[in-house]
């Protein structure tokens, strides 16, 4: 696994090196390592794209990790990048936008409105039933 966004995989850092010792122009290694770079980004970006989505219950239950401590409030990019850090896989043109969808369709949580959610204090009323009148 590489160590930087911007570095390649340990292994192919020395495939790499081994190749460029052979192309004695400068702009030349230039281009390849750039070139290598790419593909090697556009490949990352393929596998992530093929890789299912998480469950509804995992993602809910690494949120619910995130904010268990009392008190916690976090910002929502800042709970995706923590949930993503523990593997798990969120889909959509916007991951982080999709996981506060998560975030609202459970009783658990309650947001600000600014983009902070924390553990809702108490657990929301269930609506009352109707008793129609007539019968």
Not at 75 to 102: Q, S
Request: charged share 30%; proline share 7%.
């Amino acid at each position: 696994m590489s160590s930087g966004i911007n570095e390649l995989p340990p292994e192919l850092e020395g495939r790499l090196q081994e190749g460029l010792c052979r192309v004695h122009d400068i702009e030349a290694q230039r281009v390849i390592r750039r070139l290598v770079f790419d593909l090697h980004s556009e490949i990352k970006d393929l596998e992530f794209q093929l890789q299912p989505a998480s469950p509804s219950s995992e993602i809910r239950a690494a949120i619910a990790a995130v904010l268990s401590r009392p008190g916690t409030m976090l910002h929502y990019r800042e709970i995706y990048r923590r949930i993503v850090a523990e593997g798990i896989v969120l889909k959509g043109k916007d991951p982080a936008r999709t996981m506060t969808w998560h975030l609202s369709e459970d009783a658990r949580f309650e947001s600000d409105y600014e983009g902070n959610w924390f553990w809702r204090q108490k657990t929301p009323m269930r609506p009352q039933t109707r008793v129609n009148p007539y019968g």
